[in-house]
């Protein structure tokens, strides 16, 4: 078993920053990805980032790409979603996701452990 806390949410203005964090307990070593997904209400699921623990590979989905910074912070088992230049259309539950092994980064069901969810809100 993996448990996923996220912290770091909040409202802030257009073109302002937050930093997401995700720490992850239990069975960490097993862990291939872990992602970041945002939901807005009546909407589907969408992929923002992902990394692969072993290999440190990144990836994003091209609405933030240049904009969003995914990193991983071994002592604590930790990965952080540092997100700059915010548009209001990047408003959404921002939530935490393990998978073992790492197989499609952007593909929610492929994803085996989540967090409970961070509120993201950008005003214009």
């Known amino acids: 078993q993996v448990q996923l806390v996220e912290s770091g949410g909040g409202s802030v203005q257009a073109g302002g920053s937050l930093r997401l964090s995700c720490v992850a307990a239990?069975?960490?070593?097993?862990?291939?990805?872990m992602g970041w997904f945002r939901q807005v209400p009546g909407k589907e699921r969408e992929a923002v980032a992902a990394?692969?623990?072993?290999?440190?590979?990144?990836y994003y989905a091209d609405a933030v790409k240049g904009r969003f910074t995914i990193s991983q912070e071994n002592a604590k088992s930790a990965v952080h979603l540092q997100m700059d230049s915010l548009k209001p259309e990047d408003t959404a539950m921002y939530y935490c996701?393990?998978?073992?092994?790492?197989?499609?980064?952007?593909?929610?069901?492929?994803?085996?452990?989540w967090g409970q969810g961070t509120q993201v809100a950008v005003s214009s």
């Open positions: 996701a393990a998978s073992f092994p790492c197989r499609r980064w952007d593909d929610g069901t492929y994803y085996n452990y």
């Open positions: 239990g069975l960490t070593a097993r862990i291939g990805c």
């Open positions: 990394l692969g623990i072993l290999s440190g590979s990144t």
